[in-house]
């Protein structure tokens, strides 16, 4: 079992930025355990929608829309994830879940998920 805890939302204006941590724990939480992570955001009105991921190789992968401003990052000795998030704009403006996802021995997958921390980004 994985528990995800999410931290460092806020309000900011657009340009600046924000760093969103996601601390592991449980049986399964270490992050040498856990195939891969990533951040998913769900704007008002919007489907959710995958914002970047770091696979346990460290292979990382983002949206287009981020591309550039947002990094995925971890720290295994704190079993943390982030997302350093610059040069924010009011697009950017939803709720942010961090994810793991672990395959067992037959290939079965569960994904965990976190409550979500709000980033709001002002004009």
């Known amino acids: 079992q994985v528990q995800l805890v999410e931290s460092g939302g806020g309000l900011v204006q657009a340009g600046g930025s924000l760093r969103l941590s996601c601390v592991a724990s449980g049986r399964s939480g270490s992050i040498f355990s856990i195939n891969g992570m990533g951040w998913y955001r769900q704007a008002p009105g919007k489907q959710r929608e995958l914002v970047a991921v770091i696979m346990r190789g460290g292979r990382t992968n983002y949206a287009d829309s981020v591309k550039g401003r947002f990094t995925i990052s971890r720290d295994n000795a704190k079993n943390t994830v982030y997302l350093q998030m610059n040069s924010l704009k009011p697009e950017d403006t939803a709720v942010y879940y961090c994810?793991?996802?672990?395959?067992?021995?037959?290939?079965?997958?569960?994904?965990?998920w976190g409550q979500g921390t709000q980033v709001t980004v002002s004009s």
């Open positions: 994810n793991a996802v672990i395959y067992d021995s037959g290939g079965f997958r569960t994904d965990y």
